[in-house]
């Protein structure tokens, strides 16, 4: 079951890495983010948020090795930690922040109690 589970968070991680990766500007309207004069954000969001998930949910399902879930963990865990402090910090629309923060923390809390190193 742990190994199905992981699995499935490495797939969602590629997915949604893609749309960042592939459709940065889709991304950015789902993400809230208004576009600027420069193309510099699309840039950003294929990197940040789109090669990086690609990459290490990839990483996850090539090896399939214990520390690759587990640095998964560690990534979800680092962005749910940015997002509680930008919902007590900026204040987003918190239902919106709320979901992420769950998508986040979710994966981070899953991967990390079950890794085996």
Known sequence: MTEFINIAIALLTVALGLFGFIAPRY???VL???PTESTM???EL???AGGLF???GGACLLTGAPWAYAMLGVAYAGAAAGRLVSMVADRPPQPKAAMWFAFEAGPAAW???TAHL
């Open 27 to 29: 991304t950015a309207r």
């Open 46 to 48: 294929r990197a940040s």
């Open 111 to 113: 991967l990390l109690a």
């Open 41 to 43: 954000g699309l840039s």
């Open 32 to 34: 809230d983010m208004a």
């Open 54 to 56: 690609v990459a290490m």
